[in-house]
C-alpha cells in the first residue's frame, strides 16, 4: 500500500534544486536535469517516469554519483554525495548499488555468475573465507529465484529474465541499502516483466530496501511504487502518492500520460480512445528549452504567465506537489 503519512519518515535521500547539464557543442548546453528536489524515505519505493529524454535516468544517476552534479545538493544520510571521500566513499558505494536496463551489457560475458556476484563480496570484504564466499553467492542466488548450478556458468547461457536476476543478485550481495533501478524491465518480454517486478517487492519486504524505480510504462510504476514523481523535460512536474496520482493526476502532462495508458480490453478502448487526451506538437528542444512552463509549447490550457514564467511546485496540503499555474 502507498504511503501516504511521511511525517515521521526517515528521509534516506534528499535531492535539493538538483541540476545537471552536459556540454551540446559552442557555447550550448543541454540542461538534462533543471532544478529538481525531492525526499525518498526509507523502506518506500519512489517511481520517476516521463517520456525518453525527460531526465529520468540522469537524475537517478546524478542521484547516486555516477554523474558529477553541475549544481544543487544530493544528500544521503545526510551526507553530501558528490563529496564524498576515501572511507565514506567506499561505504557508499557498498550501500548504494545500481541495477541496469541491459542484462546482458552489464553483466561481463567472460566472467562466471560467481565471479559476477563474488566480485562486490570481494572488494568490500564481507566474507570471511572461500566457504563463507560461497555460501554468500548460493544465498543471493537463491533469493533471486536461481540455483547452485547456475554459479559456474556464463552469462551467455541465460534468458534476458534470469540475466535480470543475475544483476540484482550482484547488487544484493553488497548488502546494501538503497537500490537504483533503471529500467529494469524494459528489456524483457512483458511475461518476465511481472515476475521481476514481483521479486523486486518481494526482495523489499524482506530486506527492507529503499528503492528509485525509473520506468516509463506507468502500470508497473503504480505496481510497486508508494510514490510517483513525473518529470518532462528534467523539470519536475508532479509529486505524490501513487493511489492519489493515478487517481487525481492534476498535471496536463500526467493526464495525458495516464490517458495513454492501454486497457486489455478492446471494447473498453474503443469507447475510451473519443476521451483520450492527446499531445500535440514536439518535445521541445532540452537544448533552447521554453522560457516559463516547459510544457506550455503543448498545452492546451496554456496561458501568457506559462509561456513566461516557471510555475513553482506546490503542495496541496496533503503531500499531493503539482507544477502549474491552473492548478489552484
Do not use: W
Not at 225 to 253: F, I, Q, W
Not at 257 to 272: M, Q, Y
Not at 282 to 297: D, R, T, W, Y
Request: glycine share 8%; charged share 25%.
Amino acid at each position: 500500500m502507498p504511503i501516504n503519512n511521511n511525517d515521521h519518515k526517515e528521509v534516506l535521500l534528499s535531492v535539493q534544486h538538483l541540476v545537471k547539464s552536459f556540454p551540446a557543442g559552442g557555447r550550448q548546453t543541454l540542461t538534462a536535469v533543471n532544478d529538481v528536489s525531492f525526499d525518498i524515505y526509507k523502506g518506500e519505493t519512489l517511481g520517476m517516469v516521463g517520456e525518453s529524454g525527460c531526465g529520468k535516468t540522469t537524475c537517478g544517476r546524478t542521484c547516486i554519483g555516477l554523474y558529477p552534479k553541475t549544481s544543487g545538493t544530493v544528500l544521503y544520510k545526510g551526507k553530501d554525495v558528490h563529496s564524498l571521500r576515501k572511507k565514506d566513499l567506499k561505504q557508499f558505494k557498498k550501500e548504494v548499488q545500481m541495477v541496469f536496463q541491459d542484462p546482458y551489457g552489464s553483466l561481463d560475458p567472460r566472467m562466471t555468475v560467481a565471479e559476477i556476484i563474488g566480485e562486490g563480496i570481494d572488494i568490500h570484504h564481507l566474507a570471511k573465507n572461500k566457504e563463507d564466499r560461497t555460501k554468500k553467492i548460493y544465498k543471493y542466488l537463491d533469493l533471486v529465484g536461481l540455483n547452485q548450478e547456475h554459479a559456474n556458468r556464463f552469462v551467455h547461457e541465460f534468458s534476458g529474465g534470469q540475466r535480470q536476476r543475475i544483476g540484482i543478485a550482484r547488487a544484493l550481495a553488497m548488502e546494501p541499502e538503497f537500490l537504483l533501478l533503471d529500467e529494469p524491465i524494459s528489456a524483457l518480454d512483458v511475461s518476465i516483466q511481472a515476475q521481476i517486478v514481483n521479486l523486486l517487492v518481494d526482495l523489499q519486504k524482506k530486506m527492507g530496501l529503499t528503492y528509485l524505480f525509473v520506468a516509463h510504462d506507468l502500470s508497473m510504476v503504480k505496481h510497486i511504487s508508494d510514490r510517483v514523481a513525473v518529470l518532462y523535460l528534467g523539470t519536475l512536474v508532479e509529486l505524490a502518492p501513487s493511489k492519489e496520482l493515478y487517481d487525481n493526476p492534476k498535471h496536463p502532462y500526467t493526464q495525458a500520460l495516464l490517458s495513454a495508458i492501454p486497457i486489455p480490453d478492446p471494447r473498453i478502448e474503443k469507447e475510451r480512445d473519443s476521451s483520450r487526451v492527446r499531445l500535440e506538437g514536439e518535445v521541445p528542444s532540452p537544448i533552447n528549452a521554453p522560457k516559463g512552463c516547459k510544457f506550455s509549447g503543448r498545452c492546451k490550457y496554456a496561458t501568457d504567465s506559462c509561456r513566461n514564467e516557471m510555475p513553482p511546485l506546490k503542495d496541496d496540503g496533503k503531500g499531493h506537489l503539482v507544477a502549474c499555474h491552473m492548478v489552484k
